[in-house]
């Protein structure tokens, strides 16, 4: 039981370092775009991609991290649904 939770917890560690990481890079690779609309639409517009796109990224990322601790315990989960599950739930979060 312990080899699982060290397992469980390395892994969503990585993956969060992994998903937030690229969110961060997103942002800074936005940002500049941001700065160049004009226009509240515009920008509010930009900014949800953004934000939807490093959620559901991270999501996914965390999803596939958890699946792979996870199927050996539960044989019968299907990784897609999982990582799916996990981004809906990471965009809900936000």
Known sequence: MRTFYRRWILANAFAEA???GTTLVLGWRVGPVLDGLSGL????????VAVVL???LEGVVVGA???FVLRRRLTQLRP???M???AIGAALAE
């Open 41 to 48: 639409t515009s920008v509010l517009a930009a900014a949800l």
């Open 84 to 86: 799916v599950a996990t």
């Open 65 to 67: 991290a958890q699946e």
């Open 18 to 20: 992994v998903g937030l």
């Open 54 to 56: 490093g959620t559901v």
């Open 80 to 82: 897609r649904s999982w």
